[in-house]
């Protein structure tokens, strides 16, 4: 089963910007996910979606919160084998954009994303006022 390893969390004031880095392991050789994608968990409310990203043609999707201030990426590096990586940078941020924040594979219909696999451990991310 692929792993998914959320990092680059950290607390920031608003108005600054974080990275986000997501990297898989323990993957088959040559796997490449159909879509991959950013959810986050603020303290007492559900999970929601941020970002998305297809993965062979790097279209991407947003929550309207976050258009405009976050950009999602992937891994461009041309290998023999596939990296698997993908990125949230995120500017402007907003003491409301505290949350943790979470990767994962999935597919894209219909403009939604539909995660798939396991939850990790996620990355924390606490913007100050």
């Known amino acids: 089963q692929v792993q998914l390893v959320e990092s680059g969390g950290g607390l920031v004031q608003a108005g600054g910007s974080l990275r986000l880095s997501c990297a898989a392991s323990n993957r088959p050789f040559m796997y490449e996910p159909s879509a991959m994608g950013w959810f986050r968990q603020a303290p007492g409310k559900e999970r929601e979606f941020v970002a998305a990203?297809?993965?062979?043609?790097?279209?991407?999707?947003?929550?309207?919160?976050v258009k405009g201030r976050f950009t999602i990426s992937r891994d461009n590096s041309k290998s023999a084998i596939p990296k698997i990586a993908m990125y949230l940078q995120m500017d402007s941020l907003k003491p409301e954009d505290t949350a943790v924040y979470y990767c994962?594979?999935?597919?894209?219909?219909?403009?939604?994303?539909?995660?798939?696999?396991?939850w990790g451990q996620g990355t924390q991310v606490t913007v100050s006022s």
């Open positions: 990203i297809n993965w062979p043609t790097r279209d991407t999707l947003y929550a309207d919160s």
């Open positions: 994962l594979t999935g597919i894209i219909l219909n403009e939604k994303f539909h995660e798939q696999g396991t």
